[in-house]
Each structure stands twice: as structure tokens, then as C-alpha cells.
């Protein structure tokens, strides 16, 4: 199985930080985007799509936090979870990497 990059690695720690922070029992897709913005291979596949980062992390967070509401929990200490997509998105990444001969997952990848 490939291992994941160091800012990769960063990045799915931060989407659940950024969950966490909100108090959401669910770190979802939003999370996990908002979070590859700021790993640098994944925001050079964005800019590469002509993606406005600025204007996509504006819109991620309006969302998150005006939208996403329902996922906030009142239970003290309790810690975020990926959601199945979440955790298929990453697991979809590692598969493709493996079945092109690679040994490492990036942003880009995901």
C-alpha cells in the first residue's frame, strides 16, 4: 500500500482540526477540500483548473459554518470522524496511486 505525503498527511489532519474546531461530530468532503487548498500539490492541480482558491476557500467556509450546523455537537471532548466519503475519497487516491506503480499519495492525487 502507498504511503501518503508529509503535506498530505498535514492536510487530513487539518480538515479534522477544522471540524473539531467547529464542533462538528463529522468531518466531511467540505473539510477535506478546505483543508487540500493549503497542500501544495493539490492547489496546483486547482490552479491548473483555473479554481480561484481565494474564492473557493470564502465559499467553502460560508458553507461550513452557515450550512453545515446540524454536525455540531455539545458532547465535551468528543472528536470529529470522517465520513464514509471522506475516508473513500482518500482510500480511491491510494488505489490509483498503487495501480500506477507509485508509492506515494499526494493532494493531487485525492
Known sequence: MPSFSNTLEQAIHAALAQA?????????????????????????????????LEELRSTLVKYID?????????????EAVPTAAFQRVIQRAAIHVQSSGRTEVTGANV
Request: charged share 30%.
Open 66 to 78: 452557515e450550512d453545515l450546523t446540524t454536525l455540531e455537537t455539545n458532547i465535551e471532548g468528543s
Open 20 to 52: 473539531n474546531q467547529r464542533r462538528h461530530e463529522l468531518a466531511t468532503l467540505e473539510h477535506l477540500l478546505l483543508a487540500l487548498i493549503d497542500e501544495p500539490d493539490a492547489a496546483r492541480v486547482m490552479k491548473a483548473c483555473s479554481v480561484n
